[in-house]
């Protein structure tokens, strides 16, 4: 089992940044694929970005937030983080952190684990 906490959501003005913090805990050894994920209110829950857990990163993100929000890691603290830059209303959501993916999966439903959840709000 892997257990992930996120953390680093708030309220900010649009433009502005914020940076997501993913812990994890458990049996990360061989979990290769992680990502984060969005869910806005009344939408399904969608891909942000994916980056690999060991040796070189290979990342991947989704269109809407390409050049503007970065993924990274850090093994020896088992975290993963999502700079967000330059935000925007439209990025309002609960993010979630997953794991145990295929690297670079884009559906949810191929991830085993995931976070609580942490709220980005984001004001015009």
């Known amino acids: 089992q892997v257990q992930l906490v996120e953390s680093g959501g708030g309220l900010v003005q649009a433009g502005g940044s914020l940076r997501l913090s993913c812990a994890a805990s458990?049996?990360?050894?061989?979990?290769?694929?992680w990502a984060w994920f969005r869910q806005a209110p009344g939408k399904e829950r969608e891909f942000v970005a994916a980056?690999?857990?060991?040796?070189?990163?290979?990342?991947w993100y989704a269109n809407s937030v390409k050049g503007r929000f970065t993924i990274s890691r850090d093994n020896a603290k088992n975290t993963v983080y999502l700079q967000l830059n330059s935000l925007k209303p439209e990025d309002t959501a609960v993010y979630y952190c997953?794991?145990?993916?295929?690297?670079?999966?884009?559906?949810?439903?191929?991830?085993?684990?995931w976070g609580q959840g942490t709220q980005v709000t984001i004001s015009s």
């Open positions: 458990g049996r990360t050894y061989g979990t290769t694929g």
């Open positions: 997953a794991a145990g993916g295929r690297p670079g999966a884009q559906n949810p439903y191929q991830y085993d684990y």
């Open positions: 980056i690999t857990w060991s040796g070189a990163s290979t990342i």
